[in-house]
Nanobody, 121 residues
């Protein structure tokens, strides 16, 4: 019913910047909190940043000051602007959204398919 489609990943050099996007599509839904998570090879999936429906944000200490999470509610889209990228930022990045279904009234956690970010010289 609801799909999250991510874009914006790629291969970049240290110090470069990327903006990741994730758009939700479907019908009869609204979105509460949204967030970005990442998983590096051999590591668990960790939180990068979250943003509430009211715009309150939280960031992991490892990215604070280098990334900005934002959302466009009219487009059902969340963004992650990443600056001054480092090799340790290399991971698959996943978007997450808490979806409220209007018909059932249920709150369901959805995940995107992931987009690869590789930072290497």
């Amino acid at each position: 019913q609801v799909q999250l489609v991510e874009s914006g990943g790629g291969l970049v050099q240290p110090g470069d910047a990327l903006r990741l996007s994730c758009a939700a599509s479907g019908s009869s839904f609204s979105i509460a909190a949204m967030g970005w998570y990442r998983q590096a090879p051999g590591k668990q999936r960790d939180l990068v940043a979250t943003i509430s429906s009211g715009g309150s944000t939280n960031y992991a200490d490892s990215v604070r000051g280098r990334v900005t999470i934002s959302r466009d509610n009219a487009k059902n889209t969340v963004y992650l602007q990443m600056n001054n990228l480092k090799p340790e930022d290399t991971a698959v990045y996943y978007c997450n959204a808490e979806i409220l279904n209007w018909n059932s009234g249920r709150r369901i956690d959805y995940w995107g398919q992931g987009t690869q970010v590789a930072v290497s010289s």
